[in-house]
């Protein structure tokens, strides 16, 4: 069925298979034309796009500042000597990921024209996973299949490409390997493991607590209520006993949003506080998802 319209067709490159007398490509096609002759655009294999930051994101301008200063290339030189990195460290849940995420939305969406040629988000969780990303832009931007070879066409090509690496958390993890190797092109590592400082000694970022107000509001705008001198208190009293940690202040809010009990959630809070914590350290893998949210809500409604 899906082929009837296909007769005529002419298909150059790929490798084919003969499976019943009808032939099958499973290979890198390089052209198709139609039976006129007419060149039919291919569609390039689907390429791992940049996910957005939460619709919630709150604050962390200077952070953000620091970012754009770091990448915004000078206007005096026509050229950067050396490729630019920035390293985002700090606990789990603090929010580099988010943080890195938002400065590709202002760079890439919010700006025109847009600062790098391409964004290219890596889950840097283990050397798998960024090689299973690497080939992802080698098939995506049809220059190869392997890692190496979407390192070598990043090298070779001379535009303002951003890599994200992002989860770069493992300590036994020769980062550097996947840089490609040379003097353009910007890098952006997210990571809990301090020693990825290294691989950008000037510019880097400790990422811990949201500053007290944006706390306070992050946990308010998650909760929707009708925001008064009362609420506002509270919600500074909760924040503040989360030690301002983003991925907490999210949890808590998830929970009140709920059960609609902002007033009583430091008490549940104290009394619940050893498991909350036990649960929060398990839960503060990235990727962090809101049914995880709902399991601890759910866990806290039956306390
Ligand atoms: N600036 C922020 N505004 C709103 N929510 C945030 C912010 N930073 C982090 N979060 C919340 O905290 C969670 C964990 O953040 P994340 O960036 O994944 O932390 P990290 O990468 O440091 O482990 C996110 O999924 C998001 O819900
Ligand atoms: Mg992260």
């Not at 990571?191 to 691989?199: F, G, I, P, Q």
Request: charged share 20%; aromatic share 8%; hydrophobic share 40%.
């Amino acid at each position: 069925m899906a082929f009837q319209n296909a007769i005529g067709t002419t298909v150059q490159g790929g490798s084919f298979y003969d499976v019943g007398g009808h032939q099958f490509n499973i290979g890198p096609v390089i052209q198709v034309s139609n039976p006129d002759g007419v060149l039919i655009p291919k569609r390039a294999p689907l390429m791992k796009s940049c996910p957005s930051p939460t619709n919630l994101f709150t604050g962390r301008n200077d952070i953000l500042l620091q970012l754009h200063q770091c990448f915004t290339p000078s206007p005096t030189s026509v050229e950067s000597a050396e490729q630019r990195r920035f390293v985002l460290y700090g606990l789990g849940g603090g929010g580099k990921t988010q943080i890195a995420l938002k400065f590709v939305k202002e760079c890439q969406t919010e700006t025109q024209p847009r600062r790098f040629s391409d964004v290219f988000f890596i889950d840097s969780s283990t050397a798998q996973t960024i090689d299973a990303d690497l080939k992802s832009i080698a098939r995506g931007k049809e220059i190869g299949e392997t890692a190496n070879d979407a390192l070598i066409w990043l090298a070779g090509k001379r535009d303002d490409w951003l890599l994200l690496f992002d989860n770069a958390d493992d300590i036994s993890l020769n980062l550097s390997q996947f840089f490609p190797s040379c003097s353009h092109g910007n890098i952006l590592i997210t990571s809990r493991n301090y020693e990825t400082l290294l691989h950008a000694p000037a510019f880097n970022c400790n990422i811990a607590s949201l500053t007290p107000e944006d706390a306070t509001n992050l946990l308010l705008g998650i909760v929707k209520q009708v925001t008064t001198d009362e609420s506002r208190v509270l919600a500074e009293c909760i924040v503040k006993e989360l030690g301002h940690l983003a991925l907490a202040v999210v949890q808590a809010g998830a929970y009140i949003l709920m059960s609609g009990n902002l007033g009583g959630y430091l008490d549940i809070y104290k009394k619940r506080r050893t498991k909350l914590l036990q649960e929060y350290r398990r839960q503060r893998a990235d990727n962090y998802k809101m049914d995880r949210i709902y399991n601890l809500a759910d866990q806290l409604r039956e306390a």
